[in-house]
Nanobody, 124 residues
Framework: QAQLVESGGGLVQAGGSLRLSCAAS????????AGWFRQAPGKERESVAV????????YSAESVKGRFPISRDNDKNMVYLQINSLKPEDTATYYC?????????????????WGQGTQVTVSS
């Protein structure tokens, strides 16, 4: 099973930006869909953005559309989430996950491999 390691989180003021990175191990990353998810205290995990194995299909949640572009570099086994115009309600632990590319889906429970998460805290 692939290992995923997120980085790039931190404390930032409202309106600021961060770039989250996810490093994947193994040689099958390029054949998997990848996504970013987040979970705030007391809330369910939600999908933020998902990118297909070849980058041709991208989903962004309405709450982050236009602010959080997702991208990937299959040669480097990396997936990125650029988070811009941050709001206090974006505060959460952000997780990277992958799933086999049998179909494009955005539901968290459809993803089988998960990283440990990186904390993003936005101050007002």
């Amino acid at each position: 099973q692939a290992q995923l390691v997120e980085s790039g989180g931190g404390l930032v003021q409202a309106g600021g930006s961060l770039r989250l990175s996810c490093a994947a191990s193994g040689r099958t990353f390029r054949s998997k869909h990848a996504g970013w998810f987040r979970q705030a205290p007391g809330k369910e995990r939600e999908s933020v953005a998902v990118i297909s194995w070849n980058g041709s299909n991208i989903y962004s949640a309405e709450s982050v559309k236009g602010r959080f572009p997702i991208s990937r570099d299959n040669d480097k086994n990396m997936v990125y989430l650029q988070i811009n115009s941050l709001k206090p309600e974006d505060t959460a632990t952000y997780y990277c996950a992958t799933r086999v590319a049998t179909r494009f889906t955005t539901a968290p429970h459809e993803f089988g491999s998960w990283g440990q998460g990186t904390q993003v805290t936005v101050s007002s």
